[in-house]
């Protein structure tokens, strides 16, 4: 069935950032940085963000905790390294969204990449926070910083 392979590619996805997360290399002076933890399952991340004379970010995601938590700082890294300082909120917006099962236009999935693989944690609502966690810690930056 179609729906089985999806949902298998989405888990190898998952598993795969949270066995091998990606932009994990300290930054030695960032220009942001916050820590944010999950107190009531424990999760951790750290995320660091220097910025290039162009405004292009470079990013750092590290952490402990469950696979979702890890794996959506790892598949966040990813998907806004080297992004424009200017589009970070428009991501933390579309993955809010997708993580809220609301509408996305094809455009938008397309835009998400494997960001969408964690479209599966919103039928498991006590595990959204942890999908939420590095992006939250994303949009703190950006709210201090505006």
């Known amino acids: 069935m179609v729906s089985d392979e999806l949902n298998e590619m989405y888990e190898e996805i998952v598993m795969d950032h949270y066995h091998n997360p990606r932009n994990t290399e300290f930054?030695?002076?960032?220009?942001?940085?916050?820590?944010k933890n999950n107190p009531f399952c424990g999760d951790e991340i750290k995320l660091q963000i220097s910025l290039d004379q162009n405004q292009k970010i470079v990013v750092s995601v590290t952490g402990?905790?469950?696979?979702?938590?890890?794996?959506?700082?790892?598949l966040m890294a990813e998907k806004i390294n080297l992004l424009p300082y200017k589009e970070l909120q428009s991501n933390v917006d579309l993955f809010r969204?997708?993580?809220?099962?609301?509408m996305l236009s094809e455009e938008e999935l397309?835009?998400?990449g494997d960001v969408s693989a964690l479209s599966g944690v919103r039928k498991f609502p006590v595990r959204i926070?942890?999908?939420?966690?590095?992006?939250?810690?994303?949009?703190?930056?950006?709210?201090?910083?505006?």
């Open 27 to 35: 930054l030695s002076k960032p220009d942001y940085e916050v820590e």
């Open 64 to 74: 402990r905790g469950c696979a979702i938590s890890q794996a959506s700082g790892s």
């Open 97 to 102: 969204k997708l993580i809220r099962d609301e």
């Open 110 to 112: 397309d835009s998400l």
């Open 129 to 146: 926070k942890c999908a939420m966690l590095s992006w939250v810690a994303l949009e703190e930056i950006i709210k201090k910083n505006n």
